[in-house]
């Protein structure tokens, strides 16, 4: 938890209203013309839409448990003194319903990186739902009494304008303040995290109110519910990163701004040596690009494009050599930036869904994938169409996922690719299978044939003591039935009890006696995973059975009888 330093005060603002209202009533009276109050009417009527307006703003205000713990997160250039350094700044959260007031101290979740947040609890006496209102100050460290006064009448005079903010939780449950410092960019927040959860027609998984197809066939329940915490749990991490990685694009849009307004006051001789130098950083970033080294690379191409801003190629392969050193947050940053390029616009869209992708955003990829598809780039649109199938297969969607890859069949000119989207194909095709068989649950089995049987008792003519008892043949009819029932049966286990019994009748009567009758129960379970990193089935058979070899002589009941109990396993 961060260094929280609070302090609280009840805001005793009624007593300048009263004031004001003492002044206003000490004014002469004065008689009013008919056109004065029409006009004063006409203002009346506008003083009321804002005020209902406002009424309504206030409704959709933000409301939060004053019992619980809350953090406060927001971008702050002015507040970063030192690169190397963590800085602090200090903020005023408000409750608009008691007028309480609470100063926090934020730090800088790393150095150098503009973004501020605080993690504390206040006790705001019998008040449960807050209503907040922040108010971002120029300071560095925490106000003095008399200073926090002069704030406060200033929060009240309008001076000091509180800021838009988005009120969320995150993945742990704690509430969390998203402060920003202009509406536009708070309403461009909260596009990207409606996106995070319908971006690309993307469905979120549930167990609830959705149809997950083929998936909601081959998982149990509690695997749904499992999958369905999980996905709840990420959407939430990425949300997170999201609106950082938000605030980090802003911050590094505006340094670019200052590197060309820094640029254009150079004399023409300064920017070719600029020039110059860019390009040398750009030549030798290449270099270690070409051999893999994508650590140096990525150091040279930035400096390259800091000497030369106006130069969008590099910041494009500056992004590139961020994805290829894997981090992913930082180049989506930089491929976003580079899309506002038209020559690299593509292509940064492409790379930028391939980094969401490996952060899991997937509801992000999806929606830029779908805008590469709509190119019809010969290379890159069947490209998009099979990271949009794996990222579907990934989250269990195997319905929309072969779509997907069918689509890549159709459209790819790389052997390779299609190959890849065949064995995918495959595997959905057994899992579709799968699917169908699960939903059987009772299995019937009936067997009926003939034989004709040389030496019905199976005696061998070396033996000295059986005569010529091998030469007894006769027609047999062999008959079965079985029953099986699987409550039990997916991807990883197989379980269900099995009863079949077999008959063999003899046709000529003297050999009748040596016609067998089998029961068997059976209860066999298998089960699939891995183990050690290495994949196997076990399979475990329980079983009972009854053998019944030979009849009475007269009765033609069971003479002869084997039972046992026994166990199969592999």
């Known amino acids: 938890m961060n260094l929280i330093i609070v302090s609280l005060f009840f805001v005793l603002s009624f007593l300048t209203s009263h004031i004001l209202h003492a002044q206003e009533n000490e004014a002469p009276q004065r008689v009013e013309s008919l056109e004065t109050n029409t006009q004063k009417t006409k203002e009346n009527k506008t003083e009321e839409k804002k005020k209902q307006k406002r009424l309504r703003i206030k409704k959709q205000r933000a409301l939060f448990d004053g019992n619980k713990m809350i953090e406060v997160k927001l971008a702050s250039p002015g507040w970063n003194k030192s690169s190397e350094a963590i800085d602090n700044g200090v903020i005023l959260l408000k409750d608009a319903n008691s007028n309480k007031v609470v100063q926090v101290l934020l730090e800088e979740t790393a150095p ?92 979120t998984t549930s167990i609830t109110g959705r149809d997950l197809g083929l998936t909601q066939k081959l998982l149990s329940t509690e695997e749904l519910q499992k999958l369905a915490a999980s996905n709840s749990v990420r959407i939430k991490e990425n949300q997170k990163r999201i609106l950082d990685r938000y605030r980090q694009e802003q911050i590094e849009k505006a340094r670019i701004e200052k ?121 890159l649109s069947p490209l998009a169409n099979f990271y949009s199938g794996l990222i579907y297969y990934e989250q269990q969607f195997y319905e929309k996922a072969k779509v997907e890859f069918e689509l890549v069949l159709d459209t790819s000119q790389d052997p390779r690719l299609d190959e890849k989207a065949e064995k995918y194909i ?50 047999r009819y062999i008959t079965g039935l079985g029953f099986y029932y699987r409550p039990i049966f ?57 053998l019944h070899l030979g009849q009475e002589d007269d009765s033609g009941r069971p003479e002869k009888t084997l039972k046992g109990i026994f166990l199969e396993t592999s």
């Open 426 to 475: 495959e595997t959905i095709n057994q899992l579709m299978m799968l699917a169908k068989m699960k939903e059987k649950k009772f299995f019937f089995s009936a067997s009926l044939g003939a034989l004709y049987d040389s030496n019905v008792l199976q005696q061998s003519d070396s033996s000295s003591d059986q005569g010529s008892a091998s030469d007894k043949a006769s027609l």
């Open 112 to 203: 150098d990186t503009n973004i501020f947040s605080g993690t504390y609890s206040v006790n705001w006496g019998n008040s449960s739902q807050v209503k907040p209102e922040v108010y971002v100050l120029d300071n560095t460290t925490l106000l003095s009494q008399e200073a926090l006064k002069t704030a406060i009448v200033q929060i009240n005079s309008g001076s000091i304008k509180r800021k838009p903010i988005i009120f969320r939780k995150n993945e742990l449950g704690v509430q969390v303040l998203e402060v920003f410092e202009t509406n536009n960019k708070a309403k461009e927040a909260l596009s990207l995290i409606k996106k995070q959860s319908i971006g690309g027609n993307f469905e």
């Open 259 to 379: 590197l060309k307004k820094e640029l254009s006051q150079l004399s023409e001789k300064q920017k070719e040596q600029r020039e110059r130098e860019a390009n040398d950083y750009a030549e030798a970033a290449l270099d270690f690009y070409r051999v893999n080294n994508f650590t140096q690379a990525e150091e040279k191409f930035r400096k390259s494009f800091d000497l030369n801003p106006e130069n969008k190629k590099y910041f494009f392969q500056y992004g590139m050599s961020l994805y290829k050193n894997q981090k992913y947050n930082e180049a989506t940053i930089a491929f976003s930036i580079a899309k506002e390029m038209a020559d690299f616009k593509n292509e940064a869209i492409y790379y930028m869904a391939l980094s969401q992708h490996q952060l899991k955003e997937y509801e992000q990829a999806i929606s830029n994938l779908n805008i590469i598809k709509e190119t019809k780039d010969e290379k």
């Open 490 to 546: 997916d991807t990883k286990r197989e379980f269900g009890p099995k009863i079949r019994t077999d008959y063999i009748y003899t046709q000529k009567d003297e050999l009748s006696d040596y016609d067998p009758l089998s029961l068997q129960i059976t209860a066999p379970y298998t089960q699939r995973g891995e183990w050690l990193d290495k994949p196997h089935i076990l399979n475990l058979k329980p079983g009972y059975e009854l």
